[in-house]
């Protein structure tokens, strides 16, 4: 986690609690010439544009306070974390277990890095893929990423997801 990550984390999480929501994540990127400091929120049943407007009224004043922290001139944004949001680790797959998710690999296995199907928590930090019945698991290390899907099965399995 860089520095201006975790300057935007502390900023963020009182004011996002204070609305009743969960900070989800910070990003600070370059996409097409621009930085983007963006802050993800959640909130059980959903959060709403009126959410991420009160949090931005409220974060922007004390991020123009650390200014000088930030190398560049930034867009501001705040999101919902999405319904296909990336989880952050062992937590995250036992709060989700039961969902659709694609699960990739830093290295191939058995000839691919990307698994899709229905999550659950392993051992030790890892996590495991059931497709069709057939389950595949994963050490914390292995992980590259784990991010909820909405859909992307076919055939047989698509009726097991529904």
């Known amino acids: 986690m860089s520095k201006i990550t975790q300057i935007v984390e502390s900023l963020a999480e009182p ?89 990739k690999l830093y290295k191939a296995r058995d000839g691919r890095k990307t698994y899709l199907g229905i999550l659950a928590p392993a051992g030790d930090g890892g996590a495991e893929i059931d497709i069709s019945g057939e389950k595949h698991t994963f050490e914390k290390s292995e992980i590259a990423s784990v991010r909820l899907r909405i859909s992307g099965f076919t055939g047989q399995i698509a009726a097991d997801v529904t």
């Open 15 to 103: 004011i996002v609690q204070k609305n009743g929501c969960e900070l989800w994540g910070v990003e600070y990127v370059k996409e097409a010439g621009s930085r983007y400091l963006r802050v993800f929120i959640d909130k059980e049943g959903g959060v709403s544009i009126d959410n991420c407007e009160q949090i931005s009224l409220e974060l922007d004043p004390l991020l123009d306070e650390h200014e000088s922290d930030f190398p560049e001139n930034y867009i501001f944004e705040v999101s919902s974390a999405g319904a296909e949001r990336l989880l952050r680790g062992s937590g995250d797959y036992g709060r989700f277990a039961g969902r659709l998710a694609e699960l």
